[in-house]
């Protein structure tokens, strides 16, 4: 089935129609001709806001094709050396003259006589505004490049597995083989591999800590967790409902996790469930849900046009854009991303398929996000397009799930169509304590930053014991306090994590109105899609058809509700 065989027709500028985008000298000069203009009505001041966001878009777009390049050939450190210089003698360049065009708007005698829909932009600037110091530009330009090293250390890592050469990524679908002795090697091989950059990984990470609380003593902060809590824009929630989150997880969820991995050990005969049994299918069976990439991304495009003929499109117009890298290969980064493109008006999805059934999660969940950037990439406010990761990763997760019931298009037995879908709304709730782990150890780094790297992987480890009760981590206590290094995020974005929690929830939820009422859930969620960021959070997620809610009731709720669709799916 095709939907289109057109491509994605590159947004014509309105502004700076002959601006070069690696032109750092002209984008100042452009900048500071913003600076310059004089506003003598709100249609000036609405004009000046669409400038900043022409001007904003040309110089995302090209850090965004040089972040792709780094991550698409990690091995290749002019890549790296590109987007570095860009993000230094660019990107840093114009931050001070950027917080001054949002001066300039913020104190406009004409802001406060914007409609309605400018005011949510203007708490948002007033926000950036406050946090701002230029003191903190080097350091962030120095922060950066550390952190991409992460990415570099961890794609370069190779292990001698069974006589080949693999790559941490390419030894994942072994941690699903139906043979326990071969997932046990393949789990303890990927651990080698990443333990022996221990001592490198822990001084980056070091590092990295140092200049992060110096931004947040500069911006006068007593702690960087603080710091980033508003820095991120979090208005609608407080580090206090944060931890009330963790503790709803730790009293709701966990029952639910000792639960599914008790069960686990009894499909699998086993005594006890190890770390290498988590992924293994309980009855033995590994799904295979593509051969090839050409198939794994046309059956994509098929199940996203079965719940909306649009989405399928949109996936198929990226595929012959060539905005597609889906193959996990030696040198690429590890992980996955949908980058929003401004200019191009389309995203670009990266992640390392390696043929098992998690890609086809990965996939769709990118595409929700691509979804979402097509949506918003044309709203003329850059601030009210959804970088707010709470927004960002309810698109993408709840996209998971509302593709689920056309999983057949990857999945002919019906078993294994069952299977994927159990996997799917079973890792759902699973994923909410390692998320609280993440989150919980990030906060306990940054508000004890005299500790030792001795003492933070003790720290993590009692944090494994509260949340990853079930399994069975006995003898490899080095291992369970050191898993925190193969989470990318706590080394190249720090604090973005909890973002991944509150979406969940919110995706369950969206899930739940879909088994209730499929055709309004979509509805509600394309609509959701279209509104980006420009109300705060709890109300985006009333468009959803959803609430923002960290209760134990309201968790215990969406746990009761799994648990009834897995007793459906098992026939329990």
């Given at each position: 089935?095709?939907?289109?065989?057109?491509?994605?027709?590159?947004?014509?500028?309105k502004?700076?129609?002959?601006?070069?985008?690696?032109?750092?000298?002209?984008?100042?000069e452009?900048?500071?001709?913003?600076l310059?203009?004089?506003?003598?009505?709100?249609?000036d001041?609405?004009?000046?806001?669409?400038?900043?966001?022409?001007?904003?878009?040309?110089?995302?777009?090209?850090?965004?094709?040089?972040?792709?390049?780094?991550?698409?050939?990690?091995?290749?450190?002019?890549?790296?050396?590109?987007?570095?210089?860009?993000?230094?003698?660019?990107?840093?360049?114009?931050?001070?003259?950027?917080?001054?065009?949002?001066?300039?708007?913020?104190?406009?005698?004409?802001?406060?006589?914007?409609?309605?829909?400018?005011?949510?932009?203007?708490?948002?600037i007033?926000?950036?505004?406050?946090?701002?110091?230029?003191?903190?530009?080097?350091?962030?330009?120095?922060e950066?490049?550390?952190?991409?090293?992460?990415?570099?250390?961890?794609?370069?890592?190779?292990?001698?597995?069974r006589?080949?050469?693999?790559?941490?990524?390419?030894?994942?679908?072994?941690?699903?083989?139906?043979?326990?002795?071969?997932?046990?090697?393949?789990?303890?091989?990927?651990?080698?591999?990443?333990?022996?950059?221990?001592?490198?990984?822990?001084?980056?990470?070091?590092?990295?800590?140092?200049?992060?609380?110096?931004?947040?003593?500069?911006?006068?902060?007593?702690?960087?967790?603080?710091?980033?809590?508003?820095?991120?824009?979090?208005?609608?929630?407080?580090?206090?409902?944060?931890?009330?989150?963790?503790?709803?997880?730790?009293?709701?969820?966990?029952?639910?996790?000792?639960?599914?991995?008790?069960?686990?050990?009894?499909?699998?005969?086993?005594?006890?469930?190890?770390?290498?049994?988590?992924?293994?299918?309980?009855?033995g069976?590994?799904?295979?849900?593509?051969?090839?990439?050409?198939?794994?991304?046309?059956?994509?495009?098929?199940?996203?046009?079965?719940?909306?003929?649009?989405?399928?499109?949109?996936?198929?117009?990226?595929?012959?854009?060539?905005?597609?890298?889906?193959?996990?290969?030696?040198?690429?980064?590890p992980?996955?991303?949908?980058?929003?493109?401004?200019?191009?008006?389309?995203?670009?999805?990266?992640?390392?398929?390696?043929g098992?059934?998690?890609?086809?999660?990965?996939?769709?969940?990118?595409?929700?996000?691509?979804?979402?950037?097509f949506?918003?990439v044309?709203?003329?406010?850059?601030?009210?397009?959804?970088?707010?990761?709470?927004?960002?990763?309810?698109?993408?997760?709840?996209?998971?799930?509302?593709?689920?019931?056309?999983?057949?298009?990857?999945?002919k037995?019906?078993?294994?169509?069952?299977?994927?879908?159990?996997?799917?709304?079973?890792?759902?709730?699973?994923?909410?304590?390692?998320?609280?782990?993440?989150?919980?150890f990030?906060?306990?780094?940054?508000?004890?930053?005299?500790?030792?790297?001795?003492?933070?992987?003790?720290?993590?480890?009692?944090?494994?014991?509260?949340?990853?009760?079930?399994?069975?981590?006995?003898?490899?206590?080095f291992?369970?306090?050191?898993?925190?290094?193969?989470?990318?995020?706590?080394?190249?974005?720090?604090f973005?994590?909890?973002?991944?929690?509150?979406?969940?929830?919110?995706?369950?939820?969206?899930?739940?109105?879909?088994?209730?009422?499929?055709?309004?859930?979509?509805?509600?969620?394309?609509?959701?899609?279209?509104?980006?960021?420009?109300?705060?959070?709890?109300?985006?997620?009333?468009?959803?058809?959803?609430?923002?809610?960290?209760?134990?009731?309201?968790?215990?709720?969406?746990?009761?509700?799994?648990?009834?669709?897995?007793?459906?799916?098992?026939?329990?």
């Open positions: 089935m095709i939907f289109t065989d057109k491509k994605i027709e590159r947004k014509p500028r502004y700076f129609k002959d601006l070069s985008s690696t032109d750092g000298e002209k984008i100042l452009s900048i500071k001709q913003l310059a203009e004089n506003i003598n009505s709100e249609n001041l609405i004009s000046l806001v669409e400038k900043f966001t022409e001007l904003s878009d040309i110089v995302s777009e090209e850090m965004g094709r040089r972040y792709i390049n780094m991550t698409r050939f990690a091995d290749k450190p002019e890549y790296s050396e590109k987007f570095n210089d860009y993000f230094q003698n660019v990107v840093s360049k114009l931050k001070p003259y950027s917080i001054e065009v949002e001066k300039k708007i913020y104190n406009s005698e004409f802001s406060k006589k914007l409609p309605n829909e400018y005011q949510h932009m203007l708490k948002i007033s926000n950036n505004i406050e946090l701002f110091r230029e003191e903190n530009i080097p350091l962030q330009v120095e950066r490049k550390f952190s991409n090293k992460y990415g570099s250390i961890y794609g370069s890592i190779v292990v001698d597995f006589g080949e050469e693999k790559t941490l990524q390419q030894l994942l679908p072994y941690l699903k083989s139906p043979d326990r002795t071969i997932r046990e090697e393949a789990w303890r091989k990927r651990f080698e591999g990443l333990l022996s950059r221990k001592e490198e990984l822990d001084k980056l990470f070091d590092e990295l800590k140092e200049i992060r609380i110096k931004q947040a003593k500069n911006a006068g902060f007593e702690n960087y967790r603080d710091y980033m809590h508003n820095l991120k824009g979090r208005f609608e929630y407080s580090v206090e409902d944060v931890l009330q989150f963790h503790e709803s997880v730790e009293k709701k969820v966990m029952p639910f996790f000792e639960k599914r991995m008790k069960r686990r050990a009894e499909k699998l005969g086993i005594e006890s469930v190890r770390p290498w049994d988590t992924s293994v299918d309980v009855d069976k590994v799904l295979k849900p593509y051969n090839t990439i050409d198939e794994f991304v046309n059956k994509a495009i098929r199940v996203l046009g079965k719940v909306k003929r649009v989405f399928g499109e949109r996936l198929e117009m990226m595929k012959n854009s060539d905005l597609l890298d889906l193959e996990n290969r030696k040198g690429k980064a992980g996955g991303y949908n980058y929003p493109l401004p200019e191009t008006g389309a995203p670009f999805i990266f992640m390392n398929a390696t098992q059934s998690s890609d086809v999660r990965t996939l769709l969940h990118e595409s929700g996000h691509a979804m979402h950037t949506e918003t044309n709203i003329p406010i850059e601030y009210y397009r959804p970088h707010r990761m709470e927004i960002a990763e309810l698109a993408s997760m709840s996209m998971e799930l509302l593709t689920m019931h056309h999983w057949n298009e990857y999945y037995d019906e078993d294994d169509f069952r299977k994927a879908m159990i996997e799917e709304l079973e890792s759902a709730l699973l994923f909410l304590p390692w998320c609280m782990t993440v989150d919980a990030q906060q306990w780094i940054y508000t004890n930053p005299e500790h030792t790297a001795k003492e933070r992987e003790e720290y993590f480890g009692k944090l494994m014991d509260k949340f990853n009760r079930g399994i069975d981590w006995s003898g490899l206590d291992e369970k306090n050191n898993r925190w290094m193969f989470q990318l995020h706590i080394f190249e974005v720090p973005y994590y909890i973002e991944y929690g509150i979406a969940q929830l919110g995706a369950l939820s969206i899930y739940k109105n879909y088994i209730e009422n499929p055709e309004k859930a979509i509805e509600d969620y394309h609509n959701f899609l279209k509104v980006g960021y420009k109300m705060p959070i709890d109300k985006v997620y009333e468009v959803a058809g959803i609430k923002l809610d960290f209760s134990e009731k309201h968790i215990g709720e969406i746990v009761e509700f799994v648990e009834e669709r897995l007793n459906e799916l098992e026939g329990e």
